[in-house]
């Protein structure tokens, strides 16, 4: 037994052992690195750049993982006039001879091969260098996408503005989103050539609408006029292929033998207003697609007053329509206008159920129910009965939920409004009494 002990206590002294080594090896793996150093500044003041932390490596050996870590900050817009970042860069370069002469450098976007090189094509001719192997960090490897270049290598960025992120937008512009927030707006346009007349209207495409895409087929051309909320008008002609900036919004032209296309990512400055200039007799046809926002929404209100102060009342909620622009209530035919909207049902609870005190005689009404009366069934007079008599008769009424003005006049309004009471009866049975009979008496003398 004590040869037992003795060989029991030796395991666990060897299994402490080895375990303590491999804590003081996992430790060691651990300090091999020094702490990370604090946040550089951001490469850019705007626009999304980068930033990046730095540690050291404390031992001898090669430390397992990266010495430096980066983050996106300054995640805010750029002013308008500050211009694209990959063209500062470029034309940071005007004042350099390349092979003896001065350029002014334009931009390449989009290069498939190396999207973070500085490549830049001199205005007026067709020469196109690469000024520096990579671009500055922060600038975007791609017009329509957030990947960011850092340290010359492309880096996937989420909508919510996190290197690495999945993250991506909804066709409604909203981060993570289920595609609610707007609509697919699909339509066609045939020119209806009138004697005198130039130009005609094609479609108007609202603020903040995205991915915009117009194809004309025909002789006629195409042309945009801007319409801010203030009411300031801009139009520009769409004369020769390339992009065109109207009300912080670049649109992408392409004009072909055949055919004009327009696209705009948006989302659109203004309202925009669509047009087309007659060349020819000839008919023009133009396909349009566009994801519109859907700028109003029902909400629900807060619980009208109670209808009375004791003894047990009621209360319902409302739905207003609200512009999401300008947080104003308008009236509902706007929010009938997109089918995705629905209606919050109104809802109703009781209130002020406390008993009356003997002494009051009677519930007070709120001041709403006096000078703004609640909505009530109202009821036309009964039919004429189905029958005169011998019972089975039906006779019939309509019911009506009406509103009624201080003016005293009542108009008809929607029928949940009156749910705080039941529904007055529509149909009721009527002469049920036995019909008249015949009844034979004795034969007279």
């Known amino acids: 037994m004590e040869l037992e002990s003795s060989v029991c206590k030796l395991l666990v002294m060897t299994l402490l052992i080895l375990n303590s080594r491999t804590a003081r090896s996992e430790e060691d793996r651990d300090t091999l690195w020094d702490a990370w150093g604090s946040w550089s500044e951001c490469s850019r003041t705007c626009g999304g750049g980068a930033s990046y932390s730095l540690r050291r490596c404390l031992s001898s050996r090669i ?20 211009g694209d970042f990959r063209a500062q860069q470029c034309s940071a370069h005007a004042d350099v001879r390349y092979q003896g002469e001065f350029h002014d450098w334009l931009p390449v976007y989009n290069d498939p091969e190396n999207p973070c090189s500085l490549k830049c094509k001199a205005k007026g001719s067709g020469l196109v260098v ?4 990579k671009v500055l960090d922060g600038t975007r490897c791609y017009t329509e996408s957030l990947d960011m270049c850092i340290s010359g290598v492309c880096q996937i960025v989420g909508c919510d503005h996190e290197l690495g992120s999945t993250s991506k937008e909804d066709n409604c512009g909203i981060c993570n989103g289920d595609g609610s927030s707007c609509r ?4 066609h346009y045939k020119s209806q050539h009138v004697s005198g007349k130039t130009e005609d209207t094609v479609v108007i495409i609202p603020y903040q609408s995205r991915h915009v895409r117009l194809v004309l087929k025909g002789p006629d051309h ?22 065109y900036n109207l009300e912080n919004t670049t649109m992408d032209f392409q004009k072909l033998s055949d055919k004009e296309i327009l696209r705009m990512i948006g989302p659109l400055g203004a309202d925009f207003t669509i ?21 109003h929404r029902w909400r629900e209100t807060d619980f009208f007053p109670c209808s009375v102060t004791c003894g047990g009342g009621y209360q319902l909620t409302s739905a207003e329509c609200y512009d999401l622009r300008t947080g104003r209530v308008v009236v509902d035919q706007y929010c009938h206008y997109y089918p995705e909207n629905v209606k919050p ?10 008993p009356c005190l003997d002494s009051d005689g009677y519930k007070e009404i709120m001041p709403y129910d006096l ?3 609640l909505p009530r069934w109202e009821s036309s007079p009964w039919t004429s009965c189905s029958t005169s008599c011998g019972g089975g008769g039906i006779q019939s009424r309509s019911v009506t939920c009406v509103e009624e003005d201080m003016q005293g006049n009542m108009t008809p309004t929607e029928e949940w409004k009156c749910l705080y009471s039941p529904k007055t009866a529509i149909l009721q049975p009527c002469n049920a009494f036995s019909c008249p009979s015949w009844v034979a008496q004795e034969w007279s003398p």
């Open 63 to 82: 430390c397992e993982g990266q010495n430096i870590k980066y983050r996106t900050c300054s995640n805010v817009d750029c002013p308008p006039d500050a």
């Open 130 to 133: 690469e000024l520096a192997p």
């Open 184 to 187: 697919l707006v699909r339509g």
């Open 222 to 243: 195409l042309y945009v006029e801007g319409k801010t909320l203030q009411g300031v008008r801009t139009e520009v002609i769409l004369d020769r292929s390339g992009q």
């Open 275 to 295: 047009k087309i200039q007659f060349a020819s007799e000839a008919d023009s046809v133009i396909q349009y697609i566009y994801y519109q926002p859907i700028i």
């Open 345 to 354: 049902k109104p809802k109703l609870q009781e209130c002020n159920m406390e």
């Open 371 to 373: 000078y703004h009366p």
